[in-house]
């Protein structure tokens, strides 16, 4: 997508976009350049902010659980520094930090168009998930125990729905739209200019003197005899 956008105008204006029978078409190329300027799609950015918010969510519901169970410092120190898997939530935190880093990276930065990267963070995060709800003692901590697993888990798979159902079949489709768009530029032929007919050449107007002259030979007849007999 990056040599595309580079490469628009030159593709462009090398193909007489001036001709009459594709002015039509160039309209919606140039729509299409101008979306293209862009780098990035409308659906893949909506994909980045949900990756945004699934990290912001998650970074939230920590801090209230932090807060409620006895003040932020003394539950960071408990949680991180004296980290215990069986009842620490700093690790599913983390799982969050990675899905935002291993995503943004993938699909906004390299700008990828295949599931592998969508799917590898989903797998670790459901592993990881499963793992930590069969061997850790969450659930006995309350609401947050419940909370956090499960909405970390379901926002993995919203992601994954959105990139695999939305994102790449819409760029796709648009891809697809735009490249048949720009071959029919190609192919379509120009219309130059044709030779001149006949009916293309006129005569000059006459002078105005001419037309005086014979305007005052018609009112005066014997004026014109004399011309003619000399």
């Not at 350049?33 to 659906?43: F, L, N």
């Not at 069969?134 to 798979?157: E, H, N, T």
Request: aromatic residues 12%; charged residues 20%; negative net charge.
């Amino acid at each position: 997508m990056d040599s595309r956008c580079s490469s628009v105008d030159s593709r462009l204006t090398g193909r007489g976009m001036g001709s009459v029978s594709t002015t039509p078409v160039s309209a919606r190329v140039e729509s299409y350049e101008a979306a293209e300027k862009k780098c990035i799609s409308d659906v893949r950015r909506t994909f980045c902010l949900f990756v945004t918010f699934d990290l912001l969510f998650i970074t939230l519901l920590w801090i209230i659980e932090l807060n409620v169970n006895g003040g932020i410092q003394k539950q960071l120190e408990k949680e991180v520094l004296q980290y215990d898997f069986h009842a620490s939530f700093f690790d599913i935190f983390l799982l969050a930090v990675f899905r935002f880093a291993a995503l943004i990276l993938a699909y906004a930065v390299c700008k990828l168009r295949h599931w592998w990267a969508i799917a590898i963070t989903t797998a670790a995060s459901c592993a990881f998930l499963i793992v930590k709800v069969l061997l850790s003692k969450l659930l006995s901590q309350g609401a947050f125990g419940y909370l956090l697993p499960i909405i970390s888990f379901v926002l993995a798979w919203i992601e994954t729905w959105l990139l695999d159902f939305k994102v790449l079949p819409q760029e796709a489709e648009d891809e697809n739209r735009y490249l048949s768009i720009m071959d029919a530029t190609e192919q379509a032929p120009l219309i130059g200019p044709g030779p001149l007919s006949d009916g293309q050449f006129y005569s000059p107007p006459e002078s105005l003197a001419d037309s005086d002259e014979d305007l005052d030979d018609k009112h005066d007849p014997e004026k014109g005899l004399i011309q003619q007999l000399t």
